[in-house]
């Protein structure tokens, strides 16, 4: 008799497997993703495409690094659901110029907020701005960062964005200036990461995400194990 949980099944490989050494892409059965990865030796991959890119779902280690939507990105938990750079000086009220596009539509009130730099890409990472940026702690007696008060409105301009401390409390946004770049982070899309492009993973490694095409470089004395799930 089968064991009827998820968790074990996924563990245990009990809703089906792959092994490969061969430098081509391996894909999962119909309505499922491969949700594991075991390096039986040293591995390296050309291609971990992601079931949610850019969606609003999770993000995963991936290959893909464009940043922008029109691109394909947002990817690897780089860039947060979007990023704005600021146009214009901000306002001691917390107003922000941003320019309109229309992925600004993205942003979202209660978003968490990080303040970059303009030089600032998924190779180099991002820029921490101390003394401006506020590092973000959702929950607990220290929540802090700043959010979203007021979202732009499709279509305007300038002073279209609000930005405000956690605690609801006025955020002195006139230091800001067209050096910076708003990274937004929502419930599903964290910043600062970058893609696995000339990554080397470790002899006996189990990376985990929801791939639905995995592509490994050729290894005839070693390969990988790809495990599925829902």
Not at 54 to 72: K, S, V, Y
Not at 193 to 200: A, K, N, R
Request: proline fraction near 4%; aromatic fraction near 8%.
């Amino acid at each position: 008799m089968g064991i009827n949980s998820t968790e074990v099944a996924y563990g245990f490989g009990q809703m089906g497997s792959v092994f490969t050494n061969l430098a081509a892409p391996v894909y999962p059965p119909k309505d499922h993703v491969i949700i594991a990865i075991q390096c039986l030796a040293e591995a390296t991959f050309s291609v971990l495409e992601t079931e949610t890119l850019d969606t609003m779902g999770p993000q995963f280690l991936t290959h893909q690094d464009d940043e922008l939507a029109t691109a394909g990105g947002p990817d690897a938990n780089y860039l947060g659901v979007v990023q704005a750079a600021i146009s214009g000086t901000g306002g001691i009220d917390g107003s922000v110029d941003i320019t309109d596009v229309v992925d600004n539509l993205r942003i979202k009130v209660g978003q968490y907020v990080l303040i970059g730099a303009d030089g600032d890409d998924i190779d180099t990472g991002l820029d921490d701005m101390a003394g401006i940026n506020v590092d973000p702690i959702y929950q607990g007696p220290n929540q802090q960062g700043i959010i979203v008060k007021k979202a732009p409105a499709a279509g305007t301009y300038g002073r279209n964005l609000q930005l405000s401390n956690a605690d609801g409390s006025t955020l002195d946004a006139s230091s800001l200036g067209t050096s910076n770049t708003l990274y937004f982070l929502d419930e599903y899309h964290g910043a600062g990461g970058t893609t696995i492009e000339g990554v080397t993973f470790p002899k006996g490694i189990t990376i985990y995400g929801r791939w639905t095409k995995v592509t490994p470089g050729a290894d005839a004395d070693g390969g990988i194990i790809c495990y599925f799930g829902k």
